[in-house]
């Protein structure tokens, strides 16, 4: 048979040169720079006279630095974009059927009508209907998810075909009548129909609402499975092939605070179970409750790759990046994680492909069923690794299908079978097979060990954002949240699992390092931490790290610093950044380093020595509308706890003394040639922090950093000076 090409690759043949050439330049940078502050310390009697402490302080963090920037570097060695051709495609009949698992824990962080909005988004997809089933987990257990499920399925009998009809394709009512639809201005039938529709999506919209005011308090830790497959009873559609709209399964999982959950990697593998006894499809689009399908031809685009002879086989998942629809001009906490998905992945894409992302993606079904599906398994190991229901068993070897009356009570009893808490004891899930669970970052673990399985990925980036969430607005939750993602990580590296060992031999070279980088980032925290502090003491107490400015060495750690704000600003700018996002990237990366990596690395040495159990806060998605409106304007909004404050302005403090300390000793005693450097360094951290300079001293709206954690940091910040300047007396 012919072998059509589905899509087309890109290879971005210029600017991997020019960072290939960066990666030499820079790489031979740094060796000079190493081996300066070695030589300088241990053979040279020259003026740079570091006591060892502070010397092994710095010449650690130097090192760390330049170990995570050698991995980063893999990133920019072979930058691909991809385009598709839709109208390549087979025809509908031969399209393969999908399943997509929507993922919810909690009505409160997560209100259902946002939620329902993903349902009914995945509902409308392009795709055929009979080959669609939308899987909803609602790990919180809650009536008013369950109720709502029921009004949306109510409501999508209106709204996906009138979106099949008219080919619309913002599939999300919320975002689809939030703006005016000029398309289809002309026609009065359509206009009439879309007034109707709209109608009814506002009551939709007071139902859930009234439920919401009266809706009871479950236990969202201890309830019993709950399975329905919605509108299975009134569908009365004796031809199930030609049902009009997809089918849609509300599961709640068995929970029980005697049994690890696992989280959301836990609800994903209950899903794959159910999904498997009933619909079975081979592949499966995975989605965040808060990320709704802004494109319905997503399905389409993903089969361009899917489908794709060239790729196919080895082919695990079509990643597609997690764009947002709140973001605003200036994003000042990068709330949009601009520099993964529009430099990291396309980096990736060029090599084995990108990492899982936790949503937005399609996988192959086999992919995680791990290599337990080999065709010699008898039925025992079978059950070993998958678990004791037959139905499931069955179900590995069967194709997709679709029954929607033949689907009688004994398979329905087994769907409930296998969403118990007990059903995963001594088998592979979550270790082998499906989600893994051994990080709480289950997307990145998991999707590494597809890698290391030999598995590929790959990223569709479209000009239209496929999908639209909704992204952290505050500093508190990102930075809440960015302390889970690094702990998870840093997990990782700690582990058996470490991508530099355990990746080395599985997977080529480069993509080895690309996962290290990301599970070794928390890291940063220490040389960032070092960097802020260490050589701001030795600046209040004569000690000078840096070479003299009139020295020839000094042109060596200087172009370091250059060529390292040069290549990221080389990578916003050619992927259409501006240079205020540049500087805003700069300070977010500072900013998270000293929190979210700080308390990340925290947790996960405290797991590693068994101190501290995992733990998932699922993200808040209600914004609170002053801080919302805070953060439109690009002003920061400081309503945080102290402990993730104290770190940033204890940091700013200190820096800010030890600035205008070694200025007034340089005034008085000279010596400005030897100190540049760490003057320097203050200068450029406080002005990379302005906004917390701002928020501590010129500001006094609600948003301002509180006194009181002023005050606490204040206080951290002497006895850090103290410490320091008793230490150096001790030691010179
Ligand atoms: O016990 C849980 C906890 C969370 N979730 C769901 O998991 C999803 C992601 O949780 P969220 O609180 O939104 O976390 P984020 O940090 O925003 O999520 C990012 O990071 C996660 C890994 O930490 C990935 O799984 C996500 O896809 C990715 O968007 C949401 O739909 C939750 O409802 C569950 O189903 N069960
Ligand atoms: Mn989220």
């Known amino acids: 048979m012919d072998c059509v090409p589905l899509h087309q690759t890109t290879l971005h043949k210029w600017t991997a040169y020019i960072n290939r050439l960066h990666t030499f330049i820079h790489s031979i940078a740094i060796t000079c720079m190493i081996f300066h502050r070695f030589s300088s310390f241990l053979f040279t009697k020259d003026s740079l006279q570091i006591p060892l402490i502070p010397w092994l302080l710095i010449s650690s963090s130097e090192l760390l630095l330049c170990f995570i920037w050698l991995m980063k570097s893999a990133y920019n060695w072979r930058p691909i974009s991809r385009s598709v051709f839709l109208e390549k495609l087979p025809p509908d009949e031969e399209l393969p059927s999908v399943d997509v698992f929507v993922c919810t824990a909690d009505p409160v962080r997560e209100p259902p009508l946002k939620v ?11 795709y055929p209907p009979e080959k ?22 109510e409501f999508g009998k209106l709204w996906v075909p009138f979106c099949r009809k008219y080919g619309i394709k913002k599939s999300c009512p919320e975002a689809y009548f939030s703006v005016l639809d000029n398309n289809h201005d002309g026609s009065k039938g359509f206009r009439e129909e879309r007034e109707n529709v709209e109608r009814e999506y506002e009551k939709f919209k007071e139902k859930l609402r009234i439920a919401g005011e009266n809706g009871g308090v479950n236990s969202s830790q201890d309830h019993p499975t709950m399975i329905e497959i919605i509108g299975s009873k009134d569908s009365g559609n004796s031809d199930p092939g030609k049902s009009e709209i997809p089918r849609v399964v509300y599961v709640s999982r068995e929970k029980r605070p005697s049994h690890p959950h696992n989280f959301k990697a836990g609800a994903l593998n209950v899903l794959l179970r159910v999904s498997g006894i009933i619909s079975n499809s081979p592949y499966i689009l995975v989605l965040d409750c808060d990320m ?13 790759f ?31 994680l601009r520099y993964i998905f529009v430099v990291m992945w396309p980096g990736m894409d060029g090599l084995k492909g990108p990492i899982l992302s936790g949503t937005c993606f399609y996988i192959k079904r086999e992919s995680l069923y791990g290599s337990s599906t080999d065709k010699d398994m008898d039925l025992i190991e079978l059950k070993q690794s998958f678990g004791p229901s037959n139905e499931f068993i069955k179900s590995l070897k069967r194709s997709s299908y679709y029954n929607n009356d033949g689907f009688v009570t004994t398979l329905f009893q087994e769907t409930r079978f296998v969403g118990s808490s007990t059903y995963e004891k001594n088998t592979n899930w979550g270790n082998k097979i499906g989600f893994l669970y051994d990080s709480v970052v289950e997307d ?3 999707g590494f060990i597809l890698h290391c399985r030999g598995w590929s990925s790959v990223f569709c980036n479209p000009q239209k954002p496929a999908f639209l969430g909704n992204a952290t607005t505050n500093l508190s939750d990102a930075l809440i949240q960015g302390t889970r993602w690094n702990s998870g990580l840093l997990e990782v590296f700690l582990s058996r699992f470490c991508p530099i060992i355990y990746g080395l031999g599985r997977m080529p070279l480069l993509d080895c390092m690309c996962y290290a980088y990301f599970s070794a980032q928390p890291l940063y925290f220490f040389p960032v931490w070092c960097l802020a502090i260490v050589p701001q003491l030795c600046l209040l107490n004569n000690i000078h790290i840096y070479p003299k400015v009139s020295s020839s060495w000094f042109i060596v750690y200087s172009f370091v ?5 040069a290549i990221h600003l080389w990578d916003v700018l050619r992927t259409g950044g501006t240079i205020r996002i540049w500087w805003n990237e700069w300070r977010v990366w500072m900013i998270k380093s000293v929190t979210a990596y700080f308390y990340g690395s925290l947790d996960a040495i405290m797991k590693f020595f068994g101190v501290k159990e995992a733990s998932f806060v699922p993200t808040n998605k209600v914004a609170d509308g002053e801080q919302f409106k805070r953060y439109q304007m ?11 404050l104290a770190p940033l302005v204890t940091l700013v403090i200190l820096n800010m003394v030890s600035f205008f300390g070694g200025i007034g000793k340089r005034i008085l005693a000279g010596g400005w040639e030897e100190m540049f450097g760490q003057i320097f360094l203050s200068f450029f951290i406080l002005i990379v922090n302005y906004p ?9 709206d609600k948003g301002c950093i509180p006194t009181s954690a002023t005050l606490v940091s204040i206080a951290f910040s002497f006895v850090i000076l103290f410490l320091g300047s008793i230490a150096f007396i001790y030691m010179t």
């Open 116 to 126: 329902m909005n993903t349902v009914l988004s995945a509902m409308a997809l392009d």
């Open 561 to 565: 610093f250059l060529s390292t704000l």
């Open 306 to 336: 899917h489908l794709d002879q060239r790729i196919s086989s080895s082919l695990a998942f079509v990643q597609f990046p997690q764009k947002f629809c709140n973001i605003s001009k200036n994003d000042i906490y990068d709330a949009a």
């Open 292 to 304: 709704y399908c802004n494109d319905s031809t997503s399905a389409r685009q993903a089969m361009c």
């Open 444 to 446: 990145y673990f998991t």
């Open 132 to 153: 669609l089933s939308v899987y909803l987990s609602d790990d919180g257990g809650s009536s008013l998810t369950l109720n709502g499920t029921h009004e949306a399925w």
């Open 692 to 700: 917390i300079i701002e928020g501590m001293i010129l500001r006094r």
């Open 634 to 644: 690009g002003i920061y909004d400081f309503q945080a706890s102290k402990m993730l």
